[in-house]
């Protein structure tokens, strides 16, 4: 019964280096989203896929690239880490796109 | 573009109370609004999920109602308990939008002995 498995769970990056955060659903959802949670911001969309092999951006996809090449993963990669992207990261995932969303635990990135 | 609003950002009451949460947003247009919890360092679980043509949602204590037309949605906690206390985010989803939900800022609520 794991739902929505995020990976790391806590992470510290220079500034311009480099990391890959896995999110694994095990409930074969087609939906799978990345999102960021900043204080008083809410929470906002960076990119998500609407099934396997796809992607698409979301409200703020600028430092992110994503690959969706299996059903049940969907991975979050920083290319040259800076300091805006400290943040806590949530993967969601849905049966369709107005089914509710499961959320992960989150990763919690900080860039120094 | 769509904004939604949560007043007010903390509330605390004692146990035993029912309560009322508030979301606000500003375009009618929604596909369903969507109630969760975060608990402190975790992730977001879904409480219930209102369909436009849907004018209120039952599960268990909680409530929660839709008023497209003024733009207002409302949680409902009966019997409060210090089990409850967490923070109440919710999320509105625009027709024709595959995946865009637009959160609030959510309200932190405290329910005390």
């Known amino acids: 019964n794991a739902g929505v498995t995020q990976t790391p769970k806590f992470r510290v990056l220079k500034t311009g280096q480099s990391m890959t955060l896995l999110c694994a659903q095990d409930m074969n959802h087609e939906y799978m989203y990345w999102y960021r949670q900043d204080p008083g911001m809410g929470l906002r969309l960076i990119h998500y896929s609407v099934g396997e092999g796809t992607t698409a951006k979301g409200e703020v996809p600028d430092g992110y690239n994503v690959s969706r090449l299996k059903k049940q993963n969907f991975l979050l990669g920083l290319e040259s880490a800076a300091p805006s992207q400290t943040s806590v990261y949530f993967c969601?995932?849905?049966?369709?796109?107005?089914?509710?969303?499961?959320f992960g635990n989150g990763t919690r990135l900080t860039v120094t | 573009k769509q904004e939604v609003t949560q007043i007010p950002a903390a509330l605390s009451v004692p146990e035993g109370e029912n309560l009322v949460l508030n979301c606000s947003f500003t375009?009618?247009?929604?596909?369903?609004l969507q109630w969760f919890r975060q608990d402190p360092g975790k992730g977001l679980t879904s409480l219930l999920l209102i369909q436009s043509s849907q004018r209120e949602q039952t599960s268990g204590r909680l409530n929660a109602s839709l008023d497209k037309s003024s733009g207002r949605s409302t949680l409902y906690i009966a019997a409060s308990q210090p089990g409850d206390s967490a923070t109440y985010l919710c999320?509105?989803?625009?027709?024709?939008?595959?995946?865009?939900?637009?959160f609030g800022t959510g309200t932190r609520l405290q329910v005390t002995l």
């Open positions: 969601a995932s849905s049966f369709l796109p107005g089914s509710p969303l499961h």
């Open positions: 999320a509105v989803r625009l027709t024709g939008t595959a995946s865009k939900l637009t």
């Open positions: 375009d009618s247009a929604i596909y369903n």
